[in-house]
C-alpha cells in the first residue's frame, strides 16, 4: 500500500522491471487494487498494490477496507515519508 500518486507508480514500476506478470485490476471500495503475480526461484509471490491515501484517518480506512477483502499474509506500507518535518528527522537520526 502507498499513500501518495507518485509511490503507487514507482511500486508498479519496480514490479515491471522485476518481471513482474500483472495479473489485474479491481477496485475494492473507492481503491483501486492492481494485482501482480512475482516467481522467484524458491517462492511465488501475489502482489497487490493500492494507493489508501495520505492522511491517518483515511489511509486507515482504506487499510480496514482492503485486509477484509484481500486477507494478505503481508501487508506493507511503502513510500517517501514526505511528511516528515525537519525536527522529527533530526529526532530520529539522533537516535
Known amino acids: 500500500m502507498t499513500a501518495l500518486p507518485v509511490e503507487f507508480d514507482a511500486l508498479k514500476e519496480r514490479l515491471t522491471a522485476e518481471n513482474a506478470k500483472h495479473i489485474g485490476r479491481r477496485r475494492v471500495n473507492a481503491t483501486v487494487v492492481q494485482t501482480f503475480r512475482l516467481d522467484g526461484a ?44 525537519d525536527d522529527v528527522l533530526a529526532r530520529c537520526s539522533a537516535i
Open 42 to 85: 524458491y517462492a511465488s509471490w501475489t502482489i497487490h498494490v493500492a494507493q489508501v491515501g495520505m492522511t491517518n484517518v483515511v489511509a486507515a480506512l482504506g487499510t480496514h477496507g482492503l485486509l477484509a477483502v484481500l486477507d494478505p499474509d503481508v501487508t506493507l506500507l511503502v513510500g517517501i515519508a514526505g511528511s516528515l518535518k
